[in-house]
């Protein structure tokens, strides 16, 4: 029974709590509004990287502090402040709510869903801006993190914690590649825990992240995912701040022991945003007009991609920036920036995409600073011999366009490479488990493909991948464990690729 | 004119803590238009950093003025008279407003309702 003088009582002592009918308002005057900024005087006491409040509620960040004025950048409307209107400070620095809810919801920068569904419950406020896990706070990475795609996971692994970038020019495949990552994450491996994904698009056009988002749903990836989005007609200060934005819902999973994966697509309209905000607050301007901290401006982002140790609660957040580069051009400013930071890249090659080779990864320029760290013992054991073999078929490749005879070492060698450059390619949207994946790249490696022709490669690898789960489930699971295949495992995985490879046609 | 120009002309524009209007009238025909508007944007500033502003919805008392006065001696005190206000008042010093009324009581409890049941 509900006790009346109970529920009277309690609310008594909230109406105490609420507050005394004070209220302290540190203001200014607005004195211009040009192109999203707004340059006020007063305010005096306010803090770099406050927010604000307009008249109207619209809300907007300090990036300035002059001696008689403050420039505030707006995040939101604007169009309707005028000269001589009164903004006050929040006494906030600029934060997200972050928690549970924002699974599965798209959300813009400073929280308001974009997804149509309802009000987000109000959540842990998680500043933008943070400085970044100390060295004493981390260990080293040494988790995998499997994006499914064979190239990756067996030449450049990516391991949780880690910051691996997605370079290379438009339309090759970049974002394909993160999203694979995501939708992949949906298999659970035994002992590891669940990997939460973030997905902050910067300066996308909302067409592509429409479509990113109905691939997630459709594949059921979106349960775990939470998108940021800042698209390209939103301001300038909202596709600056979005990759802090995820960041920081990133490190509210990762403070609870949890391991994240954050896509940051891409940095190079991040810094473009950033380069016209700079501009706008007649920053002095630098090279390419950038401003003189567009270093800093990635790397305060990507050192928060870390894991913790175990006395810190043991999570992780694994950052994959993607880098848009033009005509190929590494050595551009952006992009040379931002490899310096990163743990790797991943280089994706035009040349190769146009060859029918997808994902277009040219494991010459690729690179994993984590390498063997971030492995299975399982998949280290088949892939070590691969990236060698591949190389030095490109570099025979070349030799052989000019038409000499070859003798058989070679030959053989030039077959094996080609079938090894055709058992990697992938379909988009079809992550494997690392038990196909192995199985894929042993058989390559061992010379069970040496007699197949090129052009049925794939399909012989897709009806070997059926065979093996209807007939050898029990080596699946054994494969899927990650622990390096004894003697006995080769045995069997040796036997079924020979059974399936005698009945293939 | 540069700042620490301007920042001499307002203190010459003082006379013992007021604005003189002699001294205004003369710096003021000497200065030319774009110099002029810098003057006269510098001696609001200076004004509003000398006055607070006392809002109230019922006229003042000489208790009230003289208790207000005394807590900003070094500055010039405003009265003005707000009915808006809902039994409270309002201190404006420089950037700082200080507002107690009971709409913001009941605003609070608005705001708080809100953050705590769906």
């Not at chain 1, 995998?144 to 370079?167: H, N, S, W, Y």
């Not at chain 1, 659970?188 to 056009?205: E, H, M, P, S, T």
Request: hydrophobic letters at 35%; aromatic letters at 6%.
């Amino acid at each position: 029974m509900i006790n009346s003088e109970d529920i009277l009582s309690k609310l008594e002592k909230r109406l105490g709590a609420v507050g005394t009918g004070v209220k302290k308002e540190h203001v200014g005057t607005v004195i211009s509004n040009n192109d999203g900024v707004i340059t006020a005087d007063g305010l005096a006491r306010v803090q770099m990287g406050e927010m604000v409040e307009f008249t109207m509620g619209e809300r907007g960040v300090v990036l300035n502090l002059s001696e008689d004025s403050v420039s505030i950048s707006l995040l939101e409307g604007g169009t309707n402040i005028r000269e001589g209107d009164k903004v006050k400070s929040t006494g906030k620095l600029l934060s997200i709510d972050a928690g549970e809810d924002l699974l599965g919801r798209v959300i813009d920068t400073i929280g308001n869903p974009l997804d149509g569904r309802p009000k987000i419950k109000k959540g842990k406020p998680m500043p933008l801006e943070k400085i970044a896990a100390g060295v004493i706070e981390r260990q080293p990475v040494d988790t995998p993190l499997k994006t499914g795609i064979k190239a990756i996971d067996a030449m450049i692994p990516i391991g949780r914690g880690q910051r691996q970038l997605i370079i290379g020019d438009r339309g090759l495949g970049k974002t394909a590649i993160a999203v694979d990552t995501i939708i992949n994450q949906k298999r659970k491996v035994k002992g590891k825990k669940r990997v939460i994904c973030i997905y902050a698009a910067i300066g996308q056009k909302q067409s592509t992240v429409s479509q990113v988002v109905d691939k997630l749903k459709a594949e059921k990836a979106l349960d775990y995912t939470i998108v940021v989005v800042a698209g390209a007609s939103d301001p300038a200060s909202m596709q600056y701040l979005a990759p802090y934005a995820a960041v920081s819902i990133g490190e509210y999973f990762m403070e609870k022991g949890e391991d994240v994966l954050i896509v940051y697509d891409d940095l190079t309209k991040h810094a473009w945003a950033y380069r016209q905000l700079s501009l706008v607050l007649k920053r002095p301007a630098g090279r390419e007009a950038y401003p003189g901290d567009i270093f800093y401006l990635h790397s305060r982002l990507l050192e928060r991609a870390v894991r913790l140790n175990d006395k810190n609660g043991g999570g992780s957040i694994t950052a994959l920036p993607i880098i848009e580069t033009q005509a190929s051009d590494i050595s551009a400013y952006i992009p040379t920036n931002v490899i310096s930071i990163t743990d790797g890249q991943i280089y994706l090659q035009p040349d190769l995409f146009n060859l029918g080779i997808r994902p277009a990864i040219n494991p010459g320029n690729s690179v994993s600073r984590v390498g063997g760290a971030a492995q299975t013992k399982a998949i280290k054991s088949v892939s070590g011999k691969l990236r060698l073999e591949l190389a030095q078929y490109n570099s025979l490749a070349a030799f052989a366009q000019f038409g000499s005879e070859l003798d058989e070492s070679t030959t053989k060698q030039l077959e094996r490479g080609k079938r090894s450059v055709e058992i990697l390619k992938q379909p988009q949207y079809s992550p494997l488990p690392e038990s196909l994946e192995i199985v894929s790249i042993w058989s390559v490696t061992n010379g069970f493909l040496d007699e197949i022709p090129v052009e049925e490669v794939g399909r012989f690898e897709a009806e070997l991948h059926e065979y093996v789960k209807t007939h050898a489930g029990k080596l699946i699971e054994k494969l899927d464990t990650g622990d390096k295949p004894d003697e006995k495992t080769l045995g069997e995985l040796e036997k079924i690729v020979s059974e399936f490879k005698k009945g293939f046609k | 004119m540069n700042k620490t120009f301007l920042k001499q002309l307002i203190i010459t524009s003082y006379k013992k803590n007021e604005l003189n209007q002699d001294r205004i009238l003369k710096i003021a025909d000497r200065l030319n238009r774009k110099d002029l508007k810098k003057y006269i944007k510098g001696l609001r500033m200076a004004e509003k950093i000398r006055t607070v502003i006392v809002e109230t919805p019922i006229d003042e008392n000489i208790e009230t003025k003289r208790h207000i006065q005394k807590i900003y001696a070094d500055k010039k005190v405003v009265f003005k008279k707000n009915p808006t206000l809902m039994v409270g008042s309002k201190i404006t010093d420089n950037d700082d407003i200080v507002e107690m009324n009971l709409r913001n009581s009941l605003e609070s409890i608005v705001e708080s309702i809100g953050e705590n049941y769906d």
